[in-house]
Each structure stands twice: as structure tokens, then as C-alpha cells.
């Protein structure tokens, strides 16, 4: 009984577990849970996206100088939002890596064009917020205006965002004539000769889409294998998971932030007491 109670593992329970320390290791999810503090003390706001790159399970750190997104005021977490938006920068192999199941050979030519024709420019100045409207951080939609390329670097943006799907509660009757409840997409008609009859509804459903460069749309559909409540069927969550050091705040501090009136007060103390030692000379030592 007490190996039944503490002990046994059921087959299923088994694999799981062996299964997560082996992505643990793979995915290098300690290393990448220390840059998530780091980020936490010093910007207040640790995110990490995951997800599936050509047919592999991966994890990873998502920088919050280039991560935007746009939730209720109550809401905690950052996969609780309405829609989401990260910016990264990268080269044309980086760009191959994560997408060559995916792009078209007209788009692989145009990638080439990109990289051959930035080849020759090596200045290169990470993109801020500071060069960014108001209307671009707070909207993922509108045409960015900065600039799409810059040095060897191609700009990528990925996004997430709730959208609406149609689904119906069939109810038919099986072969013991009993009354069965399942859910179908808005593609099935209900023969109402077998008795079937259909409540239609619309829930949420998130859905993704990258940028690449200007004009290179890919992978826009709806997120595959994502999050959802076993309770509400409605409910869905992003890739992206985290949330700010004041999750229910609108401005994000850190440590850091709560740190900065005492480290200007310290420094002013200190100052004063420079140009006192200063202005005493050798008093100060009597």
C-alpha cells in the first residue's frame, strides 16, 4: 500500500517525466531561466516564447526591449492578452533556420537578394523604442516605418492575436436510440432526417502570422498547437509566457526602478560630503 501510495508510477507518468528532462536539457531551459531573471530585475519583465521550429520542440528568451502586446488591465499574464508582437533582427542563414519548411522558392530568392545586396554594409545600431511612434508600439497592425533592414540584418516581426471561430454542439441520437452531444466545425451540415440538430457559437481561437523584411508574409494561420482550458473551451493562451514584476499595473518597474531614488540620493550624500572634505582642507582632520 505504501508503494502504491508514494512510489508507483504509471507507465504514461513515467515517459512524461523522462520526456521533460530531456527537453530540459535540450532546450537549455535552466541557462535560459537565469537571462529570464536577469531581464526580471532589470527591465521588470521576463518572457519566454514556446513553441514548435521545423517539427522540434524549442524554448526561448524573449528580449522586452522588442516585445510589445496589449491586456486588460486585470489580467496577469502576458499569454492572457489580445495580441502580441516581437521584433528581432537577423541574418539571412538565422532566417533560413527557423523557416526553410516554410518559404516558397520565390521567397528564398528574394532572401538571397536581401543578404547579397546587405553584404556590403557592416554599421550597424541595434533598433530602440526610443525611435518608435506611439502608434507602432501600440498597434501591431500598421505599416512600421523604420527602417526594414539595417547592416546584413533582416527585420522579422511575429504576431499573435485573438481571433473568432464558429463552432456547433451536435446533438443525434446513437445506435441505442440514445441522445449524443459533439462538437463540429462550421463546415458540417446536420441532416435533420437522422434528427441531428446543431447550437452554433463563436469562441476564440489565437491566431499567428511573421513579417519578414517589407512585403514576406509567412505562416499566418491559426496557432498550431495551442494552449486552451480544459474548462472553458473558449479560452485560449499565446506562445508567449510571462508577465511584468507589477502584473496588475499598467507601467512595468523592476528592482532596478525601486533601487534608482536611493542610488541618487547616495550619490548626492556622497557628493556633498566630497566638496565638504574640500572646502575644510586639513580641518578635517583635527
Sequence with gaps: QKY?????????EDTANKA????????????????????????GLPVYWVG??????????????????????????????????YEKWLNVSDIYDNFYEDLTEKQRKQLDEWGLGNMSQHN???????????SEIDNPFLQQSRTLTQGNLIKVIHCVWRSKKKIGFLKYLDEQGQEQTTLIDEQY????????SVEWMWINECWEGTKIGKDMYINVR?????????????????????????????????????MKPLQYFYIEVMYRLQLSLARSKDKVML
Excluded at 521533460?20 to 527591465?43: A, P, Q, T
Excluded at 451540415?189 to 441531428?196: A, C, H, N
Design 4 to 12: 502504491m501510495a508514494y512510489s508507483y508510477k504509471d507507465m504514461k
Design 20 to 43: 521533460l528532462e530531456f527537453l530540459k536539457k535540450y532546450c537549455h531551459i535552466d541557462s535560459k531561466f537565469i537571462d529570464g531573471w536577469n531581464d526580471l530585475l532589470v527591465g
Design 52 to 85: 514548435i521550429v521545423n517539427g522540434e520542440p524549442r524554448m526561448d528568451r524573449v528580449n522586452p526591449e522588442n516585445f510589445f502586446y496589449g491586456k486588460s488591465p486585470d489580467a496577469k499574464y502576458i499569454e492572457e492578452s489580445e495580441w502580441a508582437r
Design 124 to 134: 550597424y545600431t541595434a533598433p530602440t523604442i526610443i525611435n518608435m511612434s506611439e
Design 189 to 196: 451540415k446536420p441532416d435533420k432526417t437522422k434528427g441531428e
Design 222 to 258: 491559426p496557432l498550431p498547437n495551442q494552449h486552451t482550458s480544459l474548462d472553458n473551451i473558449s479560452k485560449c493562451f499565446f506562445p508567449y509566457i510571462g508577465g511584468p514584476y507589477n502584473a496588475l499595473n499598467t507601467d512595468i518597474y523592476s528592482l532596478v526602478d525601486i
